[in-house]
Each structure stands twice: as C-alpha cells, then as structure tokens.
C-alpha cells in the first residue's frame, strides 16, 4: 500500500487526485493549468510527488470507444516519458479513462454542484474517478 497520484492530463488543464497511504481515501488536488510546455509541466507534477511522498503515478490515458489510442493517448505518452526523463524514481501507471470526464459531470450535476463556470473541478473530480477505479482494480 501507499500514496497514489492521478492525472487527468487535459490541453487545457491538468486535474490531480491522491489517495491516503492506506489506499483508503481519495481526494483532489487544485488543478494545474497546462501551460508552458509539457516539460514544465512534468516538473510542476515531479514536484508535487515528492512533496506528498507518492510512491506512484496514475495517467489516465484517453482511449477511443473501441479501445484504440488517438492523439491525446499519444500526447499523454509523451508526457509519461517527460516526467521520465525528470526522475525514474516512481512507478508510472497508465489507467483507461474513458468516460471518466462524463462521470465526473453526472456526479457534480448529481450533487448539485455548478460546475460549468469552473471546468477545473470536472478535471479534478475526474482524476479522483481515475484512481478510484484504479485502486479498486489493481492486483496487489
């Protein structure tokens, strides 16, 4: 057990969520904005690694309907092998993500949240999509 990181990664904005070391509890994090290059960004998220002790990473990685990978699953690569070249140190973990971004709106909506003023909220509901299936589906 440990301390996971996801990422909704967006071309506009990065959502972030972890999960407590027990892998009990998952929360948000402020949204990064997607701006001054991937490489920038990958160190803002290095950062943020070190700085809550993660163990690992979770990219949600954009797949189509049926299963393939367009750009976005592309660019989402690039952005993995970024963050690698930064450090080695953590385990990345690729998760699908399809539909998470739907859900993420279904539950604000569901709650009664307003959230089409503020997309950053929908991204950041969204990773905590990501790493709730995430942690409920890994194998120990």
Not at 50 to 56: F, H, M, S
Not at 85 to 99: A, G, K, M, P
Not at 114 to 120: F, L, S
Not at 126 to 132: F, P, S
């Amino acid at each position: 057990m440990g301390i996971y990181i996801a990422i909704d990664y967006g071309k506009k904005r990065i959502g972030m969520a972890h999960c407590d070391a027990g892998e009990q509890f998952v929360f948000g994090m402020p949204t990064v904005a997607n701006q001054g290059g991937r490489k920038a960004i990958a160190k803002t998220i290095m950062d943020v690694l070190v700085a809550k002790k993660a163990e690992a990473l979770v990219l949600g990685l954009p797949r189509n309907m049926d299963g393939s990978e367009g750009f976005m699953a592309e660019t989402v690569r690039r952005f993995a092998d970024d963050l690698w070249e930064i450090s080695d140190e953590f385990i990345i973990h690729f998760f699908d993500e399809r539909l998470t971004s739907k859900v993420a709106e279904a539950k604000l909506r569901d709650a009664g949240v307003a959230y089409t003023r503020n997309k950053g909220i929908v991204d950041e509901e969204a990773a905590r999509q990501i790493l709730e299936d995430f942690l409920r589906t890994k194998t120990v």
